[in-house]
């Protein structure tokens, strides 16, 4: 004798239609718990895996997006090391063209502040590093920044001397004024005639032209890097919607379909109560 219960077909239809709206229910909540509606490949591969992607490079971008705001503090720091180099060459300019007026005493005072200022510009250089890269103190320092992993979108800066005596080498027209201006002993000595002075007057100038270009072209790759970092900002931030809206349950709509399927559950509940009150009535009648 068989002990399978034997199911009318209008009771196993509803007692189905039942099963299925509380899987439904169950699927509601979990979005609701969640606040996904994917939450894993068996529930959709297709967006599931498109989701993964955007967030994997939102998330590339935002390393980069860190890299390139610490660039702007590296290029921003050389930025203002040089506007102070050149603060001090006119410094050092004020000295000499005081100096072609002066005794030689006062010569000899003037050498010796000469040498100190310049002493001083050549500390405030190599202080001026950022996370132990110096971009004003040697023209062999790059700053490196890669944009993208996907792309070879990659920035170099290129570092500058910006020490006295780099700057003023390149312009002296010869070793002995370099060393002049560089070291201003030989003042006290220097005759009544002012070309001397003159000549070591311009070659500041024309380091602080330089200086002034350098400072420029700096401050041109900060306004990029800046740029870059908006775009960075609001790229991330398309990418996570992006995903955003594959995987995210609609609060609304699910809450809605909760309370319909709920509805739906109470009366599949009385038709199934219906369903079996008819076999009942059936076998009411053998009695």
Do not use: C
């Not at 006119?90 to 000469?114: D, M, Y």
């Not at 002075?197 to 700096?218: E, G, M, R, V, Y």
């Amino acid at each position: 004798m068989s002990n399978e219960i034997v199911l009318g077909s209008a009771t196993r239809q509803n007692l189905l239609s039942l099963q299925d709206i509380n899987t439904q229910i169950g699927t509601s909540q979990g979005h609701l718990a969640t606040g996904l509606k994917v939450a894993s490949a068996l529930d959709d591969a297709v967006k599931f895996f498109q989701s993964q992607s955007l967030v994997n490079r939102a998330n590339d971008l935002s390393q980069r997006k860190d890299n390139i705001d610490q660039g702007i503090s590296t290029v921003t720091t050389a930025v203002n090391a040089t506007q102070s180099v050149v603060s001090i060459l006119q410094q050092l300019q004020g000295i000499l063209n005081t100096a072609k007026t002066e005794t030689a005493a006062q010569r000899k005072a003037a050498s010796a502040q000469f040498n100190t200022l310049s002493q001083q510009l050549n500390n405030l250089v190599n202080d001026a590093s950022y996370q132990g890269l110096n971009l004003v103190n040697s023209s062999k320092s790059v700053l490196k920044l890669q944009f993208s992993q996907l792309s070879s979108s990659i920035l170099k800066i290129s570092g500058n001397n910006e020490l006295v005596s780099a700057l003023v080498s390149t312009h002296a027209k010869s070793s002995v004024l370099a060393t002049q201006i560089v070291s201003a002993h030989t003042w006290s000595s220097v005759s009544n005639k002012t070309s001397a002075f003159d000549n070591a007057f311009n070659t500041l100038q024309n380091a602080i032209f330089t200086a002034q270009s350098n400072a420029q072209a700096l401050g041109a790759n900060v306004t990029f890097l800046q740029t870059r970092l908006d775009f960075s900002s609001q790229y991330i931030t398309t990418l996570q919607g992006g995903s955003d809206k594959l995987v995210l349950a609609d609060v609304n709509e699910e809450s809605t379909n909760l309370v319909t399927l709920q509805t739906r559950q109470q009366l599949a509940i009385q038709s199934l109560s219906i369903a079996t009150q008819s076999e009942q009535a059936v076998l009411r009648l053998f009695h």
